[in-house]
């Protein structure tokens, strides 16, 4: 079974500091793996994929994560906050094979001060 | 392209009167997902179909719900009759099955119920 989980359910940073959210899977086959993110009273849109074709992925607004096998994990990072970054991050995963279900994490709350 | 449409955007009803939730997937995407979101719980799948043909309804909570896809342009999702726990946001999310998963969400429909 698949499964992702995400550390701290809520990050603060400073404008301008690194953002960075943890995020550790678990799947029986070599997976796919996203990251979302929501704005407030909206849907999740896609931020960026992992689907092998390079560990080290990059998304919109500046946002990038490296898939890290060894360590099962698909951390989010951005090099300097921006005040419009705040919103809450999901972390999900996929298995390959023809199965479509993806399972999401809990979600972390990104919030960044001024 | 218009997204994911759903409607209504809010929903508010009282306890014991049917709900019934609307969704428009992305013209093309022959996959469809009904999730729900809520604090505590989080973002979970009710339902996923596939060309039409539901797939998976493991995570539909109980006999109150039910959902349909009578075609490729649209589904509903059905609460009969709601509950005040039934109350949550209801993303509907929609995708082209290429191996990669990458899924669209609609704005979702805020239910209350009272």
């Known amino acids: 079974a698949q499964s992702v989980t995400q550390l701290g359910s809520h990050v603060s940073v400073s404008e301008g500091a690194l953002v960075l959210l943890r995020c550790n899977y678990s799947?029986?086959?070599?997976?796919?793996l996203f990251w979302y993110v929501q704005y407030p009273n909206q849907g999740l849109q896609l931020l960026l994929k992992y689907t092998s074709a390079a560990t080290l992925v990059k998304g919109i607004n500046g946002f990038e994560a490296e898939f890290k096998k060894s360590e099962t994990s698909f951390h989010l990072t951005k090099p300097s906050a921006h005040m419009s970054d705040a919103a809450e991050y999901f972390c999900a995963v996929s298995e390959r094979g023809g199965y479509q279900k993806v399972t999401f994490g809990i979600g972390t709350k990104l919030q960044v001060i001024p | 392209d218009a997204g994911v449409i759903q409607s209504p955007r809010h929903e508010v009803t009282e306890m014991g009167q049917e709900v019934t939730l609307r969704c428009k997937p992305i013209s093309g995407h022959n996959s469809l997902f009904w999730y729900r979101q809520t604090m505590m719980r989080g973002l979970e799948l009710l339902i996923y179909?596939?060309?039409?043909?539901?797939?998976?309804d493991s995570g539909m909570p109980e006999d109150r719900f039910s959902a349909k896809m009578p075609n490729a342009s649209f589904s509903t999702l059905k609460i009969q009759p709601s509950e005040p726990r039934d109350s949550a946001v209801y993303f509907c999310?929609?995708?082209?099955?290429?191996?990669?998963?990458?899924?669209?969400f609609g704005p979702g429909t805020r239910l209350t119920v009272l």
């Open positions: 999310a929609s995708s082209f099955w290429d191996g990669y998963n990458e899924q669209f």
């Open positions: 799947s029986s086959v070599p997976p796919y």
């Open positions: 179909f596939n060309n039409n043909v539901p797939i998976d």
